[in-house]
């Protein structure tokens, strides 16, 4: 009875929101409306059918009925999961001893201020895997590898994206692959994963030039005695390489230039970068991502915050605007040469991405969702692996020396790498792996379980954790990447050395999973190589052309540093917050607070 009213709970939502024109609020007042008023409506019509109810204690019943629907149904999921977990000699995950109200502020000034590590409070107090119970949902929290394998590998089946993350990234990601479940996770997985073949993503001859163009923009900004913004720059490689790897046309953005530090007035700067096409493409992207994760902090009722306007479709809006020429050439292209019979191995060997889909599916909606979640994915994770690795290279000089010499002893006299000197650089792909470690660019992802499970327990002989169907997980790359549980006792020490010395086969070749930059399992990254190569051919380009690599931090925006209390806090779980020169954020992806100024 109750899986028929949820399937028709989804299927009323669906036929509601393919209106595109009905607001995301009233729509979802009219779903939930009847779960707010059913009670009271309940209460006042016993009055009114006979039920002797004194008239004084009816008008508070009726204003009471909805808040002690809730808490009831609190007490009950309490004891039916606690029932559950018995029954199988398991125990309920501990739940966080805090209001409702105190999880949200927490939440709330957490993501606007706060460092990645939002967690570390209740972690001190409660360990490894806890529970987080705002009004009637709990939503369990783990940092452990075997949990995590058990999301991501040994239990895929029984842990999906859920529809509470899918309604939040709906507007931005629509269906595509990043966004979906089941069979059309698997279709999706399908369509693409030929693209990324190992030939394809390992000699991609856009990586280069563009790299240089990208550091010829930076030399001239430092020749004008300015520092540049590298995040910014590193945001414009990656998109324009993701754009012509993608879609067979960069967009260009590096052409639009860099705005100038906050200190200077430049005519060129602002107004001028505003006015850019592919700026304009480039923002959307990261409003669209910000705001698509901010909805978290309202769960499923994130549409009453956006109640008149779904604030993430604009921005999509102007992703398809970018998308859609090229589309219908494609589709025109894959049309004309289906019907004259003229493809030939040559054709779907050259084929971009978008290609590649066009001539698996005609369906352009489909397409696009697809492309849009890559476009995405492309950009951010790797723009902040070049940016985070810049920092750490600025911060350790020694290491940054010891990198730049195995560039250099390797490509004598400006040589241009090649795939097969990429790999062979076996301390800057190490390097790459600690700055993943120390700053993923996802440091959190979420699942929600499809039926209840069982998780074992981090003590040796202790209960197994009992996860009821339908909960809400949220498990953590960057506590565990910094967990000294984990990684040793210098776990929170950027040394890159511990992905070539003994610490390799002590520490992560046993508990492969608590290393997962790119996720694990049936869901890894498809361009997980290609994000090494792009963030290698930066750094070796980098590298051939500069050394003495600083921050300036007089050139960071009012704000943009780190706040004083980092440094001063009496008990911090991580020691390196205290260090900190940035401020590390995150939305859905990790980035820097502001502009982040570079000098040489």
């Known amino acids: 009875m109750f899986d028929q009213a949820r399937q028709a709970d989804s299927l009323f939502t669906s036929m509601l929101n393919s209106f595109n024109h009905i607001p995301p609020g009233p729509v979802h007042l009219v779903r939930f409306i009847p779960q707010l008023v059913l009670p009271s409506f309940l209460l006042y019509a016993s009055s009114k059918l006979g039920l002797e109810v004194p008239f004084a204690w009816l008008l508070p019943a009726v204003a009471l009925a909805t808040p002690g629907l809730y808490k009831a149904l609190i007490w009950y999921k309490l004891w039916r999961v606690t029932r559950e977990a018995e029954k199988l000699g398991a125990r309920v995950v501990p739940i966080v001893q805090r209001s409702s109200r105190e999880l949200i502020q927490h939440a709330v000034k957490a993501l606007k201020q706060g460092y990645p590590g939002i967690l570390d409070e209740f972690a001190e107090g409660y360990g490894t895997v806890f529970g987080l119970r705002v009004l009637t949902e709990t939503r369990i929290v783990t940092f452990e590898p075997e949990h995590v394998k058990a999301i991501l590998a040994s239990q895929f089946e029984t842990f999906d994206k859920g529809h509470i993350f899918k ?79 993608l879609l067979g046309n960069s967009v260009h953005s590096l052409d639009g230039g860099l705005a100038y530090p906050h200190i200077i007035s430049s005519p060129s700067s602002s107004a001028q970068l505003d006015k850019d096409p592919a700026t304009a493409f480039g923002v959307a992207l990261s409003e669209g991502t910000y705001l698509s994760a901010d909805r978290s902090k309202y769960g499923a009722h994130w549409p009453l915050a956006e109640f008149w306007k779904d604030e993430v479709k604009a921005r999509r809006d102007v992703i398809d605007a970018f998308i859609e020429p090229h589309l219908k050439r494609v589709l025109s292209n894959v049309e004309e040469k289906r019907a004259s019979g003229s493809v030939d191995q040559a054709d779907v060997e050259d084929q971009t991405l978008v290609e590649c889909l ?100 981090p003590t040796p002989g202790g209960k197994p954790f009992y996860v009821p169907a339908k909960s809400k997980i949220l498990y953590s790359m960057w506590y565990m990447h910094r967990s000294t549980k984990l990684w040793g006792p210098d776990a929170l020490e950027f ?106």
Not at 358 to 378: C, V
Not at 547 to 571: C, F, H
């Open 167 to 245: 309604s939040h990234m709906h507007s931005l990601f629509g269906n595509g692959v990043f966004n979906s479940d089941g069979d059309l996770w698997k279709f999706h997985r399908t369509l693409s994963r030929p693209f990324f073949s190992r030939e394809r993503v390992n000699d991609h001859p856009n990586l280069l030039p563009t790299a240089d163009k990208a550091l010829r923009i930076a030399s001239a900004r430092l020749s004008e005695g300015h520092a540049f913004d590298l995040q910014d720059l590193a945001m414009r490689y990656t998109l324009d390489v993701s754009t012509q790897f």
């Open 358 to 457: 066009a001539r698996q599916t005609p369906d352009g909606t489909l397409i696009k969702d697809e492309l849009a979640n890559f476009l995405i994915a492309g950009r951010d994770t790797t723009a902040a692996t070049i940016t985070f690795s810049v920092y750490m290279l600025s911060q350790y000089p020694a290491i940054a020396e010891r990198v730049r010499e195995e560039v250099l002893s390797r490509l004598r006299g400006g040589k241009q790498p090649t795939p097969e000197d990429v790999k062979e650089m076996k301390y800057l792909r190490a390097f790459i792996n600690e700055v993943l470690r120390l700053y993923p660019p996802v440091p959190y992802d979420s699942r929600m379980s499809s039926k209840a499970t069982l998780w074992p327990s």
């Open 495 to 600: 040394d890159p050395d511990r992905f070539l010395d003994d610490r390799l086969h002590r520490y992560l070749t046993p508990n492969p999973y608590m290393f997962i930059p790119f996720n694990a399992g049936p869901r890894i990254c498809l361009g997980m190589q290609f994000a090494y190569n792009m963030s290698s051919i930066f750094l070796i380009r980098l590298l051939q052309r500069f050394e003495n690599i600083r921050l300036a931090l007089d050139a960071q925006p009012p704000g943009s540093l780190p706040p004083a209390e980092w440094a001063t806090e009496d008990r911090p779980l991580d020691p390196r917050k205290a260090e900190e020169k940035v401020s590390p954020k995150t939305s859905i992806n990790m980035s820097v607070k502001g502009q982040y100024g570079v000098e040489f």
